[in-house]
Nanobody, 123 residues
Framework: QVQLVESGGGLVQTGGSLRLSCAASGRTFSTYAMAWFRQAPGKEREFVAS???????TAYADSVEGRFTISRDTKNTVYLQMNSLKPEDTAVYYC?????????????????WGQGTQVTVSS
């Protein structure tokens, strides 16, 4: 059974940092791309970042480019380092993976999702 478990969310002040983790199990995730999405109250889920299966290629939403960094290790864990956080980054953050090697920005392209972790940035 495929399972993605996020952790590392919390409350932080504007300008602060957080590091999110996503522990994957149930498949060989090292052979698939991984991604982070987020969803703020009343808004649609949106793409944040993705990383290729070997970590050599990454992509970011314009809103987080230069502030967030996605990475992965060899043990089925994906990270999202978030620096210079802003109140508009407040959302539930989700880890995602696809049955294929899809790594785009489309929510429907992903088949597996974690339960999410709340990130709140106070002003």
């Amino acid at each position: 059974q495929v399972q993605l478990v996020e952790s590392g969310g919390g409350l932080v002040q504007t300008g602060g940092s957080l590091r999110l983790s996503c522990a994957a199990s149930g498949r060989t995730f090292s052979t698939y791309a991984m991604a982070w999405f987020r969803q703020a109250p009343g808004k649609e889920r949106e793409f944040v970042a993705s990383i290729s299966r070997r970590g050599g290629s990454t992509a970011y939403a314009d809103s987080v480019e230069g502030r967030f960094t996605i990475s992965r290790d060899t043990k089925n864990t994906v990270y999202l380092q978030m620096n210079s956080l802003k109140p508009e980054d407040t959302a539930v953050y989700y880890c995602a993976s696809a049955r294929t090697n899809y790594s785009g920005t489309y929510v429907g392209g992903y088949d597996y999702w974690g339960q999410g972790t709340q990130v709140t940035v106070s002003s």
